[in-house]
């Protein structure tokens, strides 16, 4: 084995193809054989074993398609004021969550977190058109950078809310995010908000 694949630079994309003895994400998850249902989003879900690339694409327009879906999650972690710039202890929350997903489903993780956010990906949203000083909704398709987006989001949201201040730990409440997203429970914060979404939308049509 090489330096190169004993030691991948943090900031290094390694293939979903892998050459060789593959890296794995936080050193267990295997990101070589994840499978997608939604083609719409596959092209903006990467997957790859790095999870912290020190804001490589950080000045590059929409390159953020770019940087690894579990990398992402975890930015969308720290978006709270209580959280914000805490990296290193948000890795940790979602690498102890993935263990835990990985002891409740016997799935790869990292498998459970693509299908939960394809599942949490709202397909419509509203926008407000204004009309002679009248403010109208109208229902839109959501591209599906966006669609990501949101579901992360939402992914983020319903794991903060349901530990702040709670006694319910981080990784527990991550954990149950992403299981119920996977397996679109409708309790599921993430999953409740992408219905919400579509429903104000479809009644806007």
């Keep these: 084995m090489s330096a190169d694949e004993e ?16 890296a794995e994400l936080f050193g267990t998850w295997d990101v070589t054989n994840i499978e997608f249902n939604d083609p719409s ?29 579990v990398e992402r999650l ?25 263990d835990i997903v ?27 058109l204004k009309y002679g000083g009248i403010s109208v909704p109208k229902a839109v398709d959501v591209a599906p950078q966006r669609r990501v987006d949101q579901s992360l989001k939402f992914i983020a949201e319903g794991a903060h809310g349901a530990s702040f ?19 679109y429970d409708v309790q599921t914060y993430a999953i409740n908000q992408k219905e919400e979404k579509e429903r104000v939308a479809a009644a806007a049509r």
């Design 102 to 128: 990985h002891e409740r489903t016997e799935e790869n993780p990292v498998q459970v977190l693509v299908r939960a956010v394809e599942n949490a990906a709202p397909r419509e949203e509203t926008v407000r």
């Design 165 to 183: 201040k709670t006694a319910t730990d981080a990784e527990e409440a991550l954990a149950q995010q992403l299981i119920g997203a996977a397996d």
């Design 41 to 69: 989003t596959e092209r903006y879900i990467s997957v790859t074993p790095v999870a912290h690339t020190m804001g490589r694409h950080a000045g590059k327009q929409f390159q953020k398609s770019e940087v690894s879906i």
């Design 7 to 22: 030691q991948p630079e943090p900031d290094a994309h390694v293939g979903t193809e892998g050459e060789g003895a593959a």
């Design 74 to 98: 975890i930015n969308r972690l720290m978006q709270t004021e209580e959280n914000t710039g805490k990296k290193q202890q948000t890795m940790k929350i979602v690498r102890n969550a993935f």
